[in-house]
């Protein structure tokens, strides 16, 4: 049996960002179909990306590609994801 690579998704945030905790969720439901790996990424603590996401937050990347700006829907988010299996 052949463990699957996990699908590396990273969501840029910061506290206090409604819209953020929703692509949290959405994410996390779909995780339960993939298998994949969460990371949060406060953009607080890099004045740069702070600087390129501050008004587009939340920012969803996979394997270190960004996919979604501003929002994130469950439909294409799997959609996307189905690209990686």
Do not use: H
Request: with cysteine; glycine share 2%.
């Amino acid at each position: 049996m052949t463990q699957e690579k996990p699908i590396i998704i990273t969501i840029y945030s910061k506290d206090e960002c409604s819209l953020c905790d929703k692509a949290k969720a959405i994410v996390e439901k779909v995780a339960q179909d993939y298998p994949l790996e969460i990371e949060m990424f406060d953009i607080t603590t890099d004045p740069v990306i702070f600087e390129k996401y501050k008004y587009q937050i939340p920012v969803i990347a996979i394997n270190g590609e960004i996919k979604f700006i501003s929002k994130v829907s469950e439909f294409w988010l799997r959609r996307e994801l189905a690209n990686y299996n």
